[in-house]
């Protein structure tokens, strides 16, 4: 129940500075701290429509990036330890869903 906690006012300090763009097409728009020991960011990619988007082609790119950035950042640290599942969710320029990258503490080898 404290890691919950911890999550809930993770989410909360992260969002002051949200919305942020990471590169020159996602933007980090908040994060949340959902039950089950979830924690989801989510993104927009601002250029592009649903229709535009090959949405395996996109999963196939980011998820292994992704999942790499969960097993090495030192800032997640806490989040391994604690077996947190990192969600990271994607919707279109117009917010329509296009992906979601799910990495559970099997994926990331804790």
């Avoid at 969002?15 to 590169?23: A, E, G, R, T, W």
């Avoid at 924690?39 to 395996?56: A, C, E, P, R, W």
């Amino acid at each position: 129940m404290s890691f919950d906690k911890t999550m809930m006012e993770a989410a909360s300090e992260f969002n002051k500075s949200c919305p942020i763009m990471v590169d020159g097409v996602t933007r980090l728009d908040n994060a949340i701290a959902l039950p089950d020991n979830i924690f989801q960011y989510n993104y927009t990619l601002i250029n592009m429509g649903k229709n535009s988007v090959n949405i395996d082609e996109l999963t196939s790119y980011l998820e292994p990036i992704i999942v790499n950035n969960v097993k090495t950042n030192p800032g997640l640290k806490s989040y391994r330890e604690n077996r947190v599942t990192m969600v990271y969710y994607y919707k279109d320029k117009n917010g329509n869903y296009l992906t979601e990258i799910e990495v559970s503490p099997d994926k990331y080898g804790n």
